[in-house]
C-alpha cells in the first residue's frame, strides 16, 4: 500500500469516531492500535481527528460539520493517506472519496496491505490476495479501480461489456482460481498433521495477540529463527520446531499469525487453514503482553477468536510476558494456569518449561514399570517420548523400575502393560 521512497514516510491523517456507549480509555487504545497499524505500514500519523456520535453517518461516516473540518486539514497538512478507524460501507468510502483528494482507507484495507507485506510462503500470499479480492469486489464502483496490482491482465471484453463488469469477471475467476490452489496446499498440510500424530507427538501452539512477543518466545524456547520485530504482525507465515522439555521428551511447538481486535472477517476466514494448527494442539500457549495497559482486552479478543474457532476446550497456559516492562497496576487476569516471565530471562524459560510439563502431566496416564536391562529401546523410548519422573536400577531383580506420564493413545502405552509393577 505505502510505496517507501528513499525511506520517505507517507503522512496520514486518522479519522476516529467514538461511539456512544464507548470509553475513552478504550477509544484511545484503539487510536494508538490504528497508530502502530500506520507505523508498521510504514506511515507517519501527522493528524488525528475524532468525533462522538450515537451512531454512524450512513453516507459520509463522520458528520457534515466534521467532514468539513477534515477537508480544511487535508488543505492545509497535504496527507498522502487518510484511514478511517473502522470498516466502511462501500457507500462511504465513495462518498468519502469524492469529498477528498487524498486516498481514503479504512482499518481492514490497512491490516489487508500489512498481511500482504509480510507473507512469505505460497500459501501466505494466496491467502492474503484472495481477502483482498474478497474486500474489493463491493467496493469496485467509484474511482475506477486499477486491477493490474492484483493479478494478470483482464481478458477480452465481451460486446457491450462494462469495464466494471469485466473487472468483477475477472476477480471472481481469479478468486475460484485461488481457492483451488489453496485447497491443494490445505489437502498437503492435513497429510502433514496427520503424520505427525500418527508419530505420537504432542503439539502445542503459540497464540495470542499481535506483538505480544510470541515470535521471541518461539525462538529462545525451540532455538529457532522466526522474525521478531516491535511492528505489528510481524509473523505471518506459520513454524513449527521440536521443543525439548527438561525431563528429555521432544515435543513440536508451532508459532502462529497474531489477533487483533476487529479482525477483518475476510481474513479470519482466509487464514482458517493456517489457523488449523491450533485446532491440532494438545496445548495452547496463550501469550499475552504484560506491559500493554489494553492487555485485559487482548486476552478478551484472543478467547473470542478461539471461540470462533472451536478450540476453547483445548488446554491452556498463559504467559504473561515481558515481566521486565510490567505496569505497576498489572493484575494477572488468570492467576491458575499462568506464569510471569521476561523472553530474555534464560530462567523464566526454564520455568516455562516446567510449567508445560506440569500441564501436560494433567492430560497424560502415570505409569509404573519394571524393564528388564535388555530392552534398552524401550528405555530409550520413555526417556524421550514419555516424562520420566523416576528411573532406578534394581541390582537384585536386575531391572529399571520406571515412575512416569504418558500420551494414552501412544504406542509404546501398550507395550507397557507388559512391564506394570
Known amino acids: 500500500m505505502f510505496e517507501n521512497h528513499e525511506n520517505e514516510l507517507e503522512k496520514i491523517i486518522i479519522v476516529g469516531l467514538q461511539l456512544q456507549g464507548v470509553e475513552d480509555t478504550r477509544f484511545k487504545y484503539s487510536l494508538d492500535e490504528l497508530k502502530s497499524l500506520t507505523k508498521t505500514a510504514n506511515g507517519e500519523v501527522v ?21 468539513e473540518e477534515l477537508v480544511a486539514l487535508e488543505s492545509e497538512l497535504d496527507p498522502d493517506v487518510i484511514i478511517i478507524n473502522d470498516e466502511l460501507s462501500p457507500s462511504q468510502l465513495r462518498n468519502l472519496s469524492s469529498y477528498l483528494k487524498a486516498r481514503v482507507i479504512d482499518r481492514t484495507q490497512l491490516i489487508l496491505d500489512i498481511f500482504a507485506s509480510r507473507a512469505n510462503s505460497k500459501e501466505g500470499k494466496l491467502q492474503v490476495e484472495l481477502a483482498q479480492l474478497q474486500y474489493l469486489l463491493p467496493r469496485l464502483a467509484g474511482k475506477g479501480i486499477q486491477l493490474s496490482r492484483l493479478g494478470a491482465g483482464i481478458g477480452t471484453r465481451g460486446p457491450g461489456e462494462t469495464q466494471l463488469e469485466t473487472d468483477r469477471r475477472h476477480i471472481n475467476r481469479r478468486i475460484d482460481e485461488i481457492k483451488k490452489q489453496l485447497d491443494v496446499i490445505v489437502q498437503h498440510r492435513e497429510r502433514y498433521r496427520e503424520r505427525r500424530k500418527k508419530n505420537n507427538a504432542f503439539q502445542m501452539a503459540l497464540v495470542g495477540y499481535t506483538n505480544a512477543g510470541k515470535s521471541t518466545l518461539f ?24 521443543l525439548i522439555l527438561p525431563c528429555g521428551l521432544t515435543t513440536l511447538l508451532t508459532d502462529t499469525v497474531g489477533f487483533i481486535q476487529d479482525l477483518p472477517t475476510s481474513l479470519v476466514a482466509a487464514f482458517r487453514s493456517t489457523l488449523e494448527e491450533v485446532r491440532e494442539a494438545d496445548l495452547i500457549l496463550h501469550v499475552v503482553d504484560a506491559s500493554n495497559p489494553d492487555y485485559f482486552n487482548h486476552e478478551q479478543t484472543v478467547y473470542k477468536l478461539l471461540k470462533e474457532l472451536k478450540v476453547d476446550s483445548i488446554p491452556m497456559l498463559t504467559i504473561y510476558n515481558k515481566r521486565d516492562q510490567v505496569l505497576p497496576e498489572f493484575v494477572p487476569t488468570t492467576r491458575e494456569n499462568s506464569v510471569l516471565v521476561s523472553a530474555h530471562d534464560s530462567k523464566d524459560l526454564f520455568n516455562i518449561k516446567t510449567h508445560i510439563e506440569d500441564k501436560m502431566v494433567e492430560e497424560m496416564s502415570e505409569y509404573k514399570v519394571s524393564i528388564p536391562n535388555t530392552e534398552g529401546k524401550i528405555l530409550a523410548s520413555l526417556k524421550q517420548d514419555t516424562i520420566l519422573k523416576e528411573l532406578h536400577y534394581n541390582e537384585d531383580t536386575e531391572m529399571y523400575e520406571c515412575n512416569g506420564f504418558i500420551i494414552e493413545s501412544h504406542s509404546l502405552s501398550g507395550q507397557l502393560r507388559n512391564f506394570q509393577l
Open 219 to 242: 525462538n529462545r524456547l525451540a532455538e529457532a529463527e522466526s522474525f521478531e520485530e516491535n511492528l505489528l504482525f510481524a509473523t505471518l507465515d506459520p513454524m513449527t520446531r521440536k
Open 47 to 67: 493528524m488525528t481527528v475524532t468525533q462522538k456520535r450515537d451512531k454512524r453517518h450512513n453516507a459520509t461516516y463522520i458528520g457534515k460539520g466534521k467532514l
